[in-house]
C-alpha cells in the first residue's frame, strides 16, 4: 500500500461546479499536510497548507481529519483554469520530514 | 537567482550511458530534494540534503544513483550506466530551513529520455 493515495481521476465537470478530492495516508506519526498543484508539462506548485482545524483560500478549503488519516481539498465555482493535477502531500518524520507525493488527481473543468 | 535552476531541460542519453543532472537551489535555503516523476505518477522521492549533508536517500533507487551538494548549494545527481526504466523527469526543489513544514519550490526539472 502506498504511503499517500488519492484517485487519479479524471473529475470532468462543468464550469462552476464544486468538486472534491480526498487524500489518505498511512503514517499516522505525519506532521504536516498540502495541496500542490501541477499543470501539465510543469513542475509542482503549492496551492495551500492544510491546518487541523481547516482552512480557506477564496474558493478552495483543505480539511484534516486525524483520526481517519485523510485530507480533503474542496473547489466551489470551478473555472476553466483550474484545470491541473492536484498533489495531496504529507511530511512523514522519520530522521527527517521528507514530503512524500500522491499520484495526484486529475481535474478537468469545461465550458 | 530568482527560483530553482535545474540543467539540462532535457537529456538523451543511450543505455548504458553515464548521466548528471544538475540543480541550482534558491540562495540561502538549507534544504533539497530530488524526486522522480514518472509520467502519469506523483513524484518519488530520491534524496534529500539539510545544507552539504546527505541526511536520507533512502529513494534512490539502486546504487547506480548517486547525489551530492559538496558546498551546501549546487547539487548534482549522478546516473550511471542508465537504463530504460531510469526514464522520467528528474525534479529539484528546495526549503528555505528543516522544519518540515515548508513551501517547497520547485525547478522545471530535466526530462530523461533513455534509449
Known amino acids: 500500500r502506498k504511503e499517500v493515495e488519492q484517485d487519479p481521476g479524471p473529475f470532468n465537470v462543468p464550469e462552476g461546479a464544486t468538486v472534491a478530492f480526498n487524500c489518505t495516508y498511512s503514517n499516522s506519526a505525519s506532521q504536516s499536510f498540502f495541496w500542490y498543484r501541477q499543470d501539465c508539462r510543469k513542475e509542482p506548485k503549492l496551492l495551500m497548507s492544510v491546518y487541523s482545524s481547516g482552512n480557506e483560500d477564496g474558493r478552495f478549503t483543505a480539511q484534516l481529519n486525524r483520526a481517519s488519516q485523510y485530507i480533503s481539498l474542496l473547489i466551489r465555482d470551478s473555472k476553466l483554469s483550474d484545470s491541473a493535477t492536484y498533489l495531496c502531500?504529507?511530511?512523514?518524520?522519520?530522521?527527517?520530514?521528507?514530503?512524500?507525493f500522491g499520484r495526484g488527481t486529475s481535474l478537468i473543468v469545461h465550458p | 537567482g530568482a527560483g530553482v535552476s535545474q540543467s539540462p531541460r532535457y537529456k538523451v542519453a543511450k543505455r548504458g550511458q553515464d548521466v548528471a543532472l544538475r540543480c541550482d537551489p534558491i540562495s540561502g535555503h538549507v534544504s533539497l530534494f530530488w524526486y522522480q516523476q514518472a509520467l502519469g505518477q506523483g513524484p518519488e522521492f530520491l534524496t534529500y540534503f539539510q545544507n552539504e549533508a546527505q541526511l536520507d536517500k533512502s529513494g534512490l533507487p539502486s546504487d547506480r544513483f548517486f547525489a551530492e551538494r559538496p558546498e551546501g548549494s549546487v547539487s548534482t545527481l549522478k546516473i550511471q550506466r542508465t537504463q530504460q526504466e531510469d526514464s522520467a523527469v528528474y525534479l529539484c526543489?528546495?526549503?528555505?530551513?528543516?522544519?518540515?513544514?515548508?513551501?517547497?519550490?520547485f525547478g522545471s526539472g530535466t526530462q530523461l529520455s533513455v534509449l
Open positions: 526543489a528546495s526549503s528555505l530551513g528543516g522544519q518540515g513544514n515548508e513551501k517547497l519550490f
Open positions: 502531500v504529507v511530511n512523514k518524520r522519520g530522521g527527517s520530514y521528507i514530503p512524500t
